[in-house]
């Protein structure tokens, strides 16, 4: 009797165990110290958590605008076909279904932009859990893989001005002291060619987000235009079936600044004051407070055209340099 009971009370000891959840495993130390892993692994899963949901998003409102582009593309391909009430119900169903799909990219939009900023705050609430275990006196590999940790989450440093290098060409100067007016000038064209890179991806997500603005607008006024039936307009004020305004105006706005390339745009009046014309840049800023997407896109090539004159300056000049160098070095 006594050995069943003991059986009994180890098997229940046993189930409880199962039962209770996973405990994380600081990497070292107890007390205070393991608390504080503890906070850092769960920073990190929120991290991770985060970033998925953003990726998701993305790909989700990727997914909606090339939808939205094929269905005005069948759109325009119905009105250019021969006309009749199947094509014109056909006609009208292509329309509610971009309608529809309008509205959906609207929501995506507006759920990515809550998502970015819910990652930015999780990345910030990592980088303080992080820096509360250095404080604390992680050490040995612990330590190193938090620096390394807090460098990935580290937010985006502010943007900082590009400062021209002296080109000025002067023959009294030695083959070294050339070679080091040589290295800052190929260090300040890096940067001109990153710039020129981060601008040209913006120009084309602008006019991108234009054209797909532009098609979609263009095909609600044919529309407009071209059916204008007592039975189309008591539709549209119904709301069902109808392609009407409200609901199919894009935003008045310009895309979300979650492009490659945004930053480029939104820092280029603190970067390139030295590089380009103080009126490139003004364009640039009046461009911005603009919904003319177009306009936005052509500002910010002028900026990038802006930048590559320059680089090419810097690389002429830098030529000439080199060659002086290694003639001295001749002599």
Known sequence: MLRWWLVLVLAVASATVRAQPAQAQPAEGQGADARLAVATQR?????????????????????????????LVAIDRLKRGPRGWRTKAQLEERLSEANETQKQLEVADARLEDAQRRTVTARGALAAAV???LRAGAT??????????????????AARRIVLPDTRIDPRLDPEELDEQVAAIRQVEDELERQMK???????????????RQQHARTLELDRRDDSSPRRTAQSTGGTRGFTNDA???????????????????????VLPEVVDPTVL?????A?????????AAAVRSTRDAVEGRLKELRAKRA????????????
């Open 43 to 71: 920073a990190q899963e929120a991290v991770t958590a985060a970033q998925r949901e953003q990726s998701r998003l993305a790909a989700q409102r990727q997914s909606l605008r090339a939808r939205l582009n094929e269905e």
């Open 288 to 296: 911005q407070r603009s919904s003319d997407l177009s306009k936005r």
């Open 140 to 157: 040995g590999p612990r330590a190193s893989w938090l620096r390394a940790l807090r460098a990935e989450v580290a937010p985006r440093s």
């Open 320 to 331: 000439a340099i080199s060659g002086l160098a290694k003639q001295r070095r001749q002599q």
């Open 131 to 133: 820096d509360a275990e």
């Open 248 to 270: 199919a105006a894009p935003p008045s706005g310009g895309p979300p600044e979650s492009g490659g390339g945004a930053m480029f745009e939104s820092d280029a009046a603190t």
């Open 198 to 212: 981060g601008l040209e991806t913006r120009a084309k997500e602008l006019q991108e987000a234009h054209d797909l």
């Open 282 to 286: 003004d364009g640039l800023r009046n």
